[in-house]
C-alpha cells in the first residue's frame, strides 16, 4: 500500500468532499489510475468485505438483484433448511485467485442438501432451540460437483487461467 494510497484514506476520512475531490484535482491522471487500482486491488482481496467480489459475480451472470447476505450459509437453523429447501433457491459459487474472477458456478440449492443436513445434525442434533443456530455452514465443489444442474456460467479463458497454475486450478475448456 502506497504512502499516496494511505494519504487518500487519510483525506477522505478527514477532509470535506470538496476538498477531498479537490486533492485529486492536483493530481496526474495516471497518478489517480494507480490510486484507483490499489484501492480497488486492496477492496477485493479484503478478507473481511466481499462486496465487489459480490458485485462481478452478479454483474457478470447477469442477475437483477444484489447479493446482500440473506441467501448466505451463516446463521442457519433446521427451519431455514426447510424453507430454503422448499423454495430451491439457485446458489452462485465464485472462485478469486489474487483478486481475478477465476470462475462462477449455478446450481439449485437441493444439491446442498446432504452437506447442509450433516453439519445442521452435528450442531443441533435435536432440532432448533431458541438463538441456537449454526454459525456458519461451510463446502466445496466437492459437495456439488455432481450436481446434474451445475452450469459454469463464467471461467477465466484458459491462456489467463495459466498464471494461477501454481494453485493447481484446472482450466475448464468450454
Known amino acids: 500500500m502506497s504512502v499516496e494510497f494511505q494519504e487518500m484514506v487519510k483525506r477522505y476520512a478527514t477532509k470535506s468532499s470538496d476538498e477531498f475531490v479537490g486533492w485529486f484535482a492536483e493530481h496526474p491522471k495516471a497518478s489517480v489510475i494507480a490510486l484507483l487500482t490499489d484501492l480497488i486491488t486492496t477492496y477485493m482481496n479484503d478478507p473481511n ?3 465487489l467480489r459480490e458485485l462481478a459475480v452478479v454483474s457478470i451472470s447477469q442477475r437483477i438483484r444484489r447479493l446482500n447476505g440473506r441467501e448466505s450459509f451463516n446463521d442457519h437453523t433446521w427451519a431455514r433448511f426447510e ?8 446458489v452462485l459459487t465464485a472462485g478469486f485467485i489474487e483478486s481475478k474472477l477465476i470462475s462462477i458456478n449455478e446450481f439449485p440449492f437441493g444439491c446442498l442438501k ?5 453439519v445442521l445434525e452435528k450442531h443441533l442434533p435435536t432440532g432448533n432451540f431458541p438463538s441456537r443456530y449454526v454459525r456458519s455452514v461451510s463446502f466445496f465443489f466437492k459437495h456439488y460437483r455432481d ?6 456460467l463464467y471461467s477465466l479463458p484458459c491462456p489467463e ?3 494461477f497454475e501454481r494453485y493447481n486450478y484446472p482450466c475448464q475448456k468450454t
Not at 424453507?83 to 439457485?90: A, R, S, W
Not at 446432504?114 to 450433516?118: C, D, H, L, P
Not at 450436481?147 to 459454469?152: D, I
Request: net charge positive; glycine share 0%; charged share 40%.
Open 114 to 118: 446432504n452437506r447442509i443436513r450433516e
Open 83 to 90: 424453507k430454503d429447501l422448499k423454495e430451491n433457491l439457485n
Open 49 to 51: 468485505s466481499s462486496y
Open 161 to 163: 487461467l495459466s498464471r
Open 147 to 152: 450436481c446434474p444442474k451445475l452450469r459454469t
